[in-house]
């Protein structure tokens, strides 16, 4: 296969596949986190990676360089590693390909995961995803998503997933879902929202609401618990650090009020309008000097 490098071919059947790619589709990180997290716990083995030469503008994505235990200078490139954990007698087994987007050539790209799907037999492709939003830190994280069919949508709806109405700028994330389609895979996307106003990066507390909802979704045993805890902790450092904040604190109130009337009207988020007016009156006080905005 152009373009793949392989490292071992097991002869095992795969029937799920789960993706998740770095960069604009992943918010906090929360979805490569994600993956990596179900690789270091199965754990899964790297059975093959794509060459990023023919992908990546290394002006934009640039390689970074390392200095190994041996005292080597080393370049890393931008990886795009599939692994696999094989079915035993509790689970089916899995396919997992967490990446980068890629600069260029979305479309052979997408073709090259689709056919490592193919390879091993998966029936179904649940890509993970994360998107800056304007959502309380202070409640439960929003999950959204998407499927290909009826069948599939009603599963995504029972399990809580709202449907995305997104449009606008798109990630390889669409043109790998298209990729699906021609090749036939079944595929449900499961996107993790992340507030906005929080800058600091990874988002665990994001990562584990994917993963819940996922584990509902398909078919794996992961302890949940470590990041858990993790999200805990990460709460708490979000608090210490707009405590002081009195703009954003009350933004956060604001944010908090119309999460929990959603829920309770068991209806969805405001319109994204009225989000987008209630982002740009927080941007607009964060740049005022400090004495307009009350602050001390």
């Known amino acids: 296969m152009d373009g793949l490098i392989t490292h071992e071919t097991p002869d095992v059947k795969l029937p799920t596949m789960i993706v998740a790619f770095a960069g604009w589709p992943d918010a906090a990180e929360a979805a490569t986190r994600a993956i990596r997290y179900m690789v270091r716990k199965l754990p899964a083995k790297k059975i093959a990676e794509i060459d990023p030469e023919e992908f990546f503008d ?65 029936k179904l492709v649940v890509s993970l995803g994360a998107l800056l939003d304007a959502v309380p830190h202070t409640r439960e994280p929003r999950i959204t998503g998407r499927a290909s069919s009826k069948d599939l949508t009603e599963k995504v709806k029972w399990l809580g997933i709202q449907n995305s109405g997104y449009q606008g700028p798109t990630g390889i994330h669409t043109a790998f879902l298209d990729a699906c389609d021609k090749h036939g895979l079944a595929h449900a996307s499961i996107w993790g929202h992340c507030p906005h106003y929080v800058n600091t990066s990874p988002n665990p507390r994001v990562s584990h609401a994917l993963l819940t909802k996922l584990r509902s979704f398909v078919d794996f045993n992961v302890d949940l618990q470590e990041l858990k805890l993790s999200g805990e902790a990460f709460d708490e450092e979000v608090a210490k650090a707009i405590a002081k904040q009195d703009d954003v604190t009350s933004y956060v109130t604001r944010l908090e009020q119309r999460y929990d009337k959603a829920h309770q009207l068991e209806d969805d988020m405001p319109s994204p309008d009225d989000m987008v007016r209630e982002l740009e009156e927080f941007l607009k006080s964060q740049r005022r000097p400090p004495s307009a905005q009350g602050g001390g």
């Open 58 to 122: 290394f002006t934009v994505v640039r390689p970074q360089t390392r200095v190994n235990r041996r005292g080597e200078r080393i370049i890393r490139w931008p990886r795009n590693d599939f692994y696999y954990y094989p079915p035993d007698e509790t689970q089916s087994g899995i396919l997992l390909y967490v990446g980068t987007e890629p600069n260029l050539k979305w479309r052979a790209f997408s073709n090259i995961v689709c056919e490592m799907a193919l390879k091993y037999e998966v």
